[in-house]
């Protein structure tokens, strides 16, 4: 596996497009589209929020196709927005098949932005012209821009690998910056790859992924109605599926994963750090999730973030009661190797010592529950200021 720069106009066999359509704002690249060359398989993970975007419903009737494009826009979810949200979506995807003489099914939509409006059909349809006869392969440098909502830059992240002696590229772009707790993904992510791999084990591995990288962060613990993450690998007459041929081809996957999941949090909504929570000697593996998440999430845990302040028994507290297995005299917490509390106990030690590390950008906190072989990862940013700005206005 080796990290290359760029992103999705380095893997072969796609064509791209980004355009400024005036969906809600003006002078703003918001409307955009992935074509591959050929039928592709696609694996997509979705929102678990039972109140969904009509482009996830029709994404979860369609993913299963032989994929040819997925279709993109920005600043407006098509969320809450009924029978008429979910008709527009197969108007827009309906004509987008036909420019490019394929089937409404074969067509993907990804959309995100403000809930409860409905898309302004009538311009998207007029401006598919002009999508279409933009498409180039060099234009995938302006896909993760044309994503964007309150993202602050572009994410994307690429990778080649190996598979039988022959290369292989496998890139990926997200947006996301608040509503990020999924359960799922992240609001938006594409990644594809010029590789012909297996559908099953593309959906098996994928889904793997996900839990390890995208599943793994939380900004503000709320959950979007449009989070879609999808995967493309081109059609062929053999594709590989053999797990020990596909772990330089796995590697390359989960670094392009890992790095956007990375991204994602560097820019969360008026973030001003990025921590890692880290917790192992749970009951359980899902023991560990649930206090790794339960700490991630935590308003209070996250305002001391943000204020640099060394207050563990806010962790204590969110690891208590998460629902996990627990116990207190067993309990330790560490801010990166020093122990601010220690089986059960506070440690003694001097809190200015601990100053510098409280003021990064960056730091792991370490809970060790003491029962067992479990652990967890959660990535999680501070809550600012900035961030209840952001909301506070996000509407108007």
């Not at 989070?227 to 081809?249: G, H, M, Q, V, W």
Request: proline letters at 2%; glycine letters at 6%.
């Amino acid at each position: 596996m080796k990290e290359i720069t760029g992103g999705l106009e380095n893997v072969k066999g796609y064509k791209f497009s980004a355009i400024q359509c005036g969906i809600r704002y003006t002078n703003k690249i918001d409307y955009s589209i992935i074509v591959s060359d050929t039928m592709s398989n696609a694996s997509g993970v979705f929102t678990t929020n039972k109140i969904c975007a009509a482009p996830v419903k029709i994404c979860r009737e369609r993913i299963n196709n032989g994929i040819k494009a997925i279709l993109i826009n920005s600043t407006n979810a098509n969320a809450c927005t009924g029978d008429e949200g979910y008709l527009n979506t197969i108007t827009l995807t309906a004509d987008i098949a036909e420019k490019l003489q394929c089937s409404r099914d074969n067509i993907l939509m990804a959309s995100t932005g403000i809930i409860g409006r409905q898309l302004p059909s009538d311009k998207m349809l007029s401006a598919h012209d002009e999508l279409i006869d933009s498409l180039t392969a060099e234009n995938g440098t302006i896909i993760a821009e044309a994503i964007m909502t309150t993202d602050t830059f572009p994410k994307q992240a690429a990778a080649s690998c190996v598979i039988n002696d022959q290369e292989y590229c496998i890139a990926g772009v997200a947006k996301g910056s608040g509503m990020i707790a999924p359960n799922m993904a992240t609001l938006l992510s594409f990644i594809i790859t010029d590789a012909p791999v297996d559908k099953v084990f593309l959906d098996d591995r994928f889904k793997k992924l996900i839990k390890k990288t995208f599943n793994a962060i939380t900004i503000d613990g709320d959950m979007s109605t449009n989070d879609t993450a999808i995967i493309l690998s081109p059609a062929a007459d053999k594709y590989y599926s053999n797990e020990s041929e596909l772990s330089d081809f796995i590697k390359a996957l989960e670094y392009v994963m890992n790095r956007l999941a990375a991204l994602l949090i560097e820019d969360g909504e008026g973030a001003t750090k990025g921590v890692k929570i880290y917790v192992k000697g749970a009951a359980t593996d899902d023991d560990a999730s649930l206090i790794s998440r339960s700490v991630s999430e935590s308003l209070l845990v996250k305002t001391a973030i943000f204020g640099n302040d060394p207050n563990w028994g806010r962790i204590a507290c969110a690891a208590g009661y998460s629902g996990a297995e627990i116990e207190e005299k067993e309990l330790s917490i560490y801010l990166e190797d020093k122990p601010l509390f220690f089986k059960g106990k506070p440690t003694d030690i001097d809190y200015s010592s601990i100053e510098d590390t409280l003021k990064k950008r960056n730091y792991t906190i370490t809970i060790d529950i003491g029962l067992g072989m479990g652990e967890s990862v959660m990535f999680t940013t501070d809550i600012s200021y900035d961030y209840v700005k952001i909301n506070a206005q996000y509407s108007t």
